[in-house]
């Protein structure tokens, strides 16, 4: 995984809720599992279905197929930032 980090533990509460009414996006989420992804999870309540994938290659590969698949779906490859984005207040 990108920088040898362990998405295991993360997880969405709301999963089990969007999925009985929306079959189709635990079905994708499952196809990004099934084309690579070490973690695939439903983002917030549904807008997004997101997949983290150890390579790039895989997932040039994974849009290959999942947007045969999935064609009227937008399919949006994205990297990761390595070491995240670090905030901090000066006004207190």
């Known amino acids: 995984l990108p920088g040898g980090k362990d998405f295991g533990f993360v997880t969405n509460d709301l999963e089990r809720a969007v999925f009985e009414g929306w ?5 994708f989420r499952d196809a990004l599992m099934e084309a690579g992804a070490r973690k695939a999870l439903l983002s917030g309540s549904g807008s997004t ?10 997932v040039d590969r994974a849009v ?3 947007g045969s698949v999935y064609a009227t779906w937008e399919l949006r490859p994205c990297r990761t ?6 905030v901090r207040s000066d006004a207190g």
Request: hydrophobic fraction near 45%; charge should be negative; glycine fraction near 16%.
């Open 23 to 27: 079959p189709e996006l635990q079905a």
């Open 49 to 58: 279905v997101f997949g983290i994938f150890p390579e790039s290659g895989l």
């Open 64 to 66: 290959s197929i999942l």
């Open 81 to 86: 930032i390595g070491e995240g984005i670090r």
